[in-house]
């Protein structure tokens, strides 16, 4: 299974950014059950940010209600209104296993991408 990240950049505060998640190896019989989106800004421990099953329920950190989106058909991640606390590496990952009470967790998810960097500037 391969995830890769795209849509990253730069953008003052306020802007708004779509990231991408290209998900392959594995065949649409053998989905999986939970995607997610994680951030991580340095000096500090990878947090989870939003995450989606496959029957479509979504979930976020408080951080990110009613600013960030996140949608399947190649996961995206709609940020609007981003603030500089925003700013760090952003993962793809991807969970086999039925984990939806801790979608949060790093450990909960069996795939990651190689992250996609987001800045935003006061």
């Known amino acids: 299974v391969q995830l890769v990240e795209s849509g990253g950049g730069s953008v003052q505060a306020g802007g708004s950014l779509r990231l991408s998640c290209a998900a392959s190896g594995y065949t649409n019989i053998y989905t999986p059950a939970c995607m997610g989106w994680f951030r991580q800004a340095p000096g500090k421990e990878r947090e989870g940010v939003a995450a989606?099953?496959?029957d479509g329920r979504t979930s976020y950190a408080d951080s990110v209600k009613e600013r960030f989106t996140i949608s399947t058909d190649t996961v995206h991640l709609q940020m609007n209104n981003l603030r500089p606390e925003d700013t760090g590496m952003y993962y793809c990952a991807a969970a086999w296993r039925n984990m939806w009470d801790e979608w949060y967790s790093s450990a909960s998810y069996d795939y990651w991408g190689q992250g996609t960097q987001v800045n935003v500037s006061a």
């Open positions: 989606i099953d496959s």
